[in-house]
T-cell receptor
Framework: NAGVTQTPKFRILKIGQSMTLQCTQDMNHNYMYWYRQDPGMGLKLIYYSVGAGITDKGEVPNGYNVSRSTTEDFPLRLELAAPSQTSVYFC???????????FGEGSWLTVV | AQRVTQPEKLLSVFKGAPVELKCNYSYSGSPELFWYVQYSRQRLQLLLRHISRESIKGFTADLNKGETSFHLKKPFAQEEDSAMYYCALPYGGSQGNLIFGKGTKLSVKP
C-alpha cells in the first residue's frame, strides 16, 4: 500500500533551472496538495486540486505551476528556480477537505 | 485572519513526566482541529482530530473555545513520543484546506 509517493527525494538545482516534482497517490483521493516547509516554519500551501482538471492557488503559489490530468498524479513544476525556493516540499492527498490528509515523504530541494 | 500558533519551538521533558504541547488558534466559530506528528525519518501523519475525541498513543486534546486553544497532552511521556508535532486548522473552520502551526519539537529524555 504505497499511499502518496513523491520523487525525487533530494535535488540540487542551479538558479534559473526548471524541474518537476512528481507526486502520485493510489488511494483514489479527489483532493491533492503541495506544501512547502521552510526551516522553523509551518507548512504553507502552494497549490491544491479538488479533482482531475481542477487546480487552485494556495498561500504561496508564485514561481510554481501544477497540473492534474489524472486523479492519481499531481506534479509540481518550478520554473526559473530561485534560492527562495530552497525548501522541503510535501505532496499530500485526502478524500475530501476536512478528512485526514495523507502525506508523502517529502522532497528536499536546494537552489544554489 | 485565521491563524494557528504553537508558542514553543522545542519542548524537552524526561520520560514519565507529563507533557503539554500548546496550540492556540484564531477563528470565531466552532472549528475542527487536528494534531499531526512527524517521527524521525517518517512522513507527517495524523495523530488525532478534535471531532473524534479519541485518545491516540495516550495523547488527548481538548478544544477550549473560551481560550481558543487545543493543547495536546499526555500524562506520562515515553521516549518514542519524541517527534515534531503540528497543530492544524481548516480554512473556514471545518472544510477548508489546512493551516498549520510552525510545529513543536518534543524531546523525551531517558
Amino acid at each position: 500500500n504505497a499511499g502518496v509517493t513523491q520523487t525525487p527525494k533530494f535535488r540540487i538545482l542551479k538558479i534559473g533551472q526548471s524541474m518537476t516534482l512528481q507526486c502520485t497517490q493510489d488511494m483514489n483521493h479527489n483532493y491533492m496538495y503541495w506544501y512547502r516547509q521552510d526551516p522553523g516554519m509551518g507548512l504553507k500551501l502552494i497549490y491544491y486540486s479538488v479533482g482531475a482538471g481542477i487546480t487552485d492557488k494556495g498561500e504561496v503559489p508564485n514561481g510554481y505551476n501544477v497540473s492534474r490530468s489524472t486523479t492519481e498524479d499531481f506534479p509540481l513544476r518550478l520554473e526559473l528556480a530561485a534560492p527562495s525556493q530552497t525548501s522541503v516540499y510535501f505532496c499530500a492527498s485526502s478524500r475530501m477537505t476536512g478528512n485526514t490528509i495523507y502525506f508523502g515523504e517529502g522532497s528536499w530541494l536546494t537552489v544554489v | 485572519a485565521q491563524r494557528v500558533t504553537q508558542p514553543e519551538k522545542l519542548l524537552s521533558v524526561f520520560k514519565g513526566a507529563p507533557v503539554e504541547l500548546k496550540c492556540n488558534y484564531s477563528y470565531s466559530g466552532s472549528p475542527e482541529l487536528f494534531w499531526y506528528v512527524q517521527y524521525s525519518r517518517q512522513r507527517l501523519q495524523l495523530l488525532l482530530r478534535h471531532i473524534s475525541r479519541e485518545s491516540i498513543k495516550g495523547f488527548t486534546a481538548d478544544l477550549n473555545k473560551g481560550e481558543t486553544s487545543f493543547h495536546l497532552k499526555k500524562p506520562f511521556a515515553q521516549e518514542e513520543d519524541s517527534a515534531m508535532y503540528y497543530c492544524a486548522l481548516p480554512y473556514g473552520g471545518s472544510q477548508g484546506n489546512l493551516i498549520f502551526g510552525k510545529g513543536t519539537k518534543l524531546s523525551v529524555k531517558p
